[in-house]
């Protein structure tokens, strides 16, 4: 099939716009294969894995946008290349007349909305500074969704909300939820008396949602942003998150979460949290616990151990204990893992986690550790274990696709399945892969159907290693509730009906996939 491509210079659009724009071509009859996307050397390397990426496009840069279409003939291939240049040449429709008013800038906003006190930021990041700041001097919390912020400017805002009573939630903030209105990427949860604060969207999500099913309901969800808890910023807005919740009286339980902060900012952190005798649990995934229960605090060691143990110490909670049900589960799953076991070559040996939640990963990863040894990832805090390539998997390997070295240019894995669809396939090609591991998260801001795309791939992945007299095993969890907009248990339904083993919670994948390549069980 010929192959045509197009490179815009110096062109940028927003990522869902790109995501949009690939789709139509897809869609287009005779097209077999399309991306639009900004030319990194990721982005590059998944059109090399395609088989789209043409000598000529190997100058682009990250700067630029590139255009490339597979299709039957070449006709067809101009013909799309010509779509595509219509599609993004289109202009957000002006107000229709009458239409209330619009505001245009942060003052305007607040001159027209007086009682709102808080702005939700996302624009580029070369520009996200000075809108958070401008909101922060408004008297406005702030949720900056932006990443590429610079890290002194991270600082400065920070220093200036925490003085002004503020919260500066961000910069790459993704998920919050406060006064129970979801902001970013969040699930829809019940309302009580857990309060959390995270350096990690998707870990937010995770708990919050454990604790919905356990019946507990959250009073606050308060994102810092990823970079919060460097020894730079020092976690300046956990410790703000912290004090709001401590003097909240709707919040009984404090939960923390975070990858491992810098050992100078976790003392401040420990140090505010023993200001107050409310109970608070904390997970620093992959840290040390010993500080954290010599601060009076409760560890946890994974997402879903800190919902339970965050369940337990509400007054009146009867339902069952985090060690019971973590204990009962790893039981079932090694059995369960024995059987699995017995379908796989000798030849299969190793796991694959896809993940699109980066804190979703790190869970997995605190696992796998445990259970394998070494893990290679490209979210790892260990340089020797570090992926060289995040875009070709060795041996035991979990990979983040929502890290910014596949983001810059196309949309978060949460919103476009596209890249994680092309990666599952390269995966299941490999014969020595025994077990694809995959997280789904729903909820406000995700993909709508999540299940109607990733379903379709994983029945034809298991097909096509049928065919070459493979078993692949693909092992899923479910992020989210019943009351999601994707609802949980349609979107499970349609994993399981694909093929896929859906388990109660990440770490519960994480264990099975484990157990399964693991030479004991």
């Not at 003052?107 to 958070?132: D, F, K, M, T, W």
Request: glycine share 8%; with cysteine; proline share 5%.
């Amino acid at each position: 099939m010929p192959t045509k491509f197009l490179i815009r210079r110096s062109e940028y659009h927003d990522s869902v716009t790109l995501m949009e724009t690939a789709r139509e071509l897809t869609r287009l009859p005779g097209v077999a294969d399309a991306a639009v996307v900004m030319a990194t050397e990721a982005n590059k390397n998944l059109l090399r894995e395609a088989g789209l990426l043409l000598p000529e496009v190997e100058s682009a840069t990250a700067n630029d946008l590139v255009i490339v279409v597979r299709a039957e003939t070449e006709n067809i291939a101009d013909h799309a290349l010509e779509i595509a240049k219509k599609h993004l040449a289109r202009r957000p429709q002006a107000a229709a007349a009458g239409q209330a008013f619009q505001p245009r800038t942060i003052r305007g906003a607040v001159h027209s909305n007086p009682q709102a006190n808080l702005a939700v930021i996302s624009v580029s990041g070369q520009y996200a500074a000075a809108e958070a700041r401008e909101a922060l001097r408004n008297g406005l919390h702030v949720l900056l969704f932006s990443d590429n912020v610079p890290l002194e400017d991270e600082i400065a805002l920070k220093k200036y909300a925490a003085a002004h009573g503020l919260l500066l939630m961000g910069p790459d903030c993704g998920t919050a939820i406060i006064n129970g209105v979801a902001l970013g990427f969040a699930n829809a949860v019940p309302r009580g008396p857990v309060g959390i604060v995270a350096a990690a969207g998707t870990g937010l999500q995770e708990v919050s949602s454990l604790l919905a099913r356990l019946g507990v309901g959250i009073s606050q969800g308060i994102g810092t942003g990823g970079r919060d808890l460097k020894e730079d910023v020092g976690g300046i807005m956990m410790r703000e998150g912290i004090k709001i919740l401590q003097d909240d009286p709707d919040t009984q339980v404090l939960l923390l979460i975070s990858k491992p902060p810098a050992p100078t900012v976790a003392e401040l952190v420990l140090k505010q949290v023993q200001q107050s005798d409310k109970p608070t649990v904390v997970c620093f995934l992959g840290g040390d616990t010993e500080p954290i229960a010599a601060a009076g605090a409760i560890p946890a060691r994974t997402l879903q151990e800190a919902a339970y143990l965050a369940a337990a110490e509400i007054e009146g909670y009867e339902g069952p204990s985090a060690d019971e049900v973590i204990e009962q589960e790893t039981a079932d799953l090694r059995d369960q893992a024995a059987e699995l076991k017995e379908r796989l070559s000798p030849e299969q040996k190793y796991l694959r986690g896809l993940f699109s939640g980066g804190t979703l990963a790190a869970e997995a990863l605190v696992i796998w550790e445990e259970m394998l040894g070494d893990v290679l990832s490209n979210v790892t805090t260990n340089p020797r274990l570090k992926l060289k390539d995040a875009t070709r998997s060795e041996g035991h390997c979990a990979v983040d696709l929502g890290e910014d070295e596949f983001t810059v240019g196309r949309p978060h894995p949460m919103i476009d399945n596209d890249l994680r669809l092309r990666r599952l396939m390269q995966e299941a090609a490999d014969p020595e892969v025994a077990v694809i591991v995959l997280d789904v998260v729903l909820g406000y801001g995700a993909h709508p159907d999540p299940a109607s795309e990733l379903g379709p791939a994983i029945r034809q992945a298991r097909t096509r290693a049928a065919a070459e007299g493979r078993e692949l095993i693909v092992v899923a969890s479910v992020t989210g509730t019943e009351e999601d907009p994707q609802d949980l248990s349609r979107q499970v339904q349609a994993l399981e009906e694909a093929g896929a083993i859906v388990c109660s919670c990440n770490a519960a994948a994480a264990r099975l996939a484990g157990f399964i390549v693991k030479w004991e069980t």
